[in-house]
């Protein structure tokens, strides 16, 4: 297992943009596929995007999709997030997850779970 920490979350005017981060602890951070979930309040959690160990493949929930991009440097043990056009439906609290395979990250099933930064969208 690797330990995650997420930061960058915060207020932002709808139209904004943030950037999350979520750095790793392990030297095994390069072998997981690694994956961004929300969680609003009220609702369940649900997946936002993936990217595979070498950052080759890349998925995405069609409601992020032409605004999100999920990308990972392996070099520093860190993931990140880059969120643009953010909306006020986007407010929940973002955890990022670490797993192998990738579509055990997808399902949620994810091996490591970050303990999530709030995003905040406001009109």
């Known amino acids: 297992q690797v330990q995650l920490v997420e930061s960058g979350g915060g207020l932002v005017q709808a139209g904004g943009s943030l950037r999350l981060s979520c750095a790793a602890s392990g030297r095994t951070f390069s072998r997981y596929a690694m994956g961004w979930f929300r969680q609003a309040p009220g609702k369940e959690r649900e997946f936002v995007a993936v990217?595979?160990?070498?950052?080759?493949?890349?998925s995405y929930a069609d409601s992020v999709k032409d605004r999100f991009t999920i990308s990972r440097d392996n070099a520093k043990n860190t993931l990140y997030l880059q969120m643009n056009s953010l909306k006020p439906e986007d407010t929940a609290i973002y955890y990022c997850?670490?797993?192998?395979?990738?579509?055990?990250?997808?399902?949620?099933?994810?091996?490591?779970w970050g303990q999530g930064t709030q995003v905040t969208v406001s009109l």
């Open positions: 990217i595979s160990w070498r950052g080759g493949l890349t």
């Open positions: 997850a670490a797993g192998d395979p990738m579509s055990a990250v997808v399902r949620g099933t994810a091996d490591s």
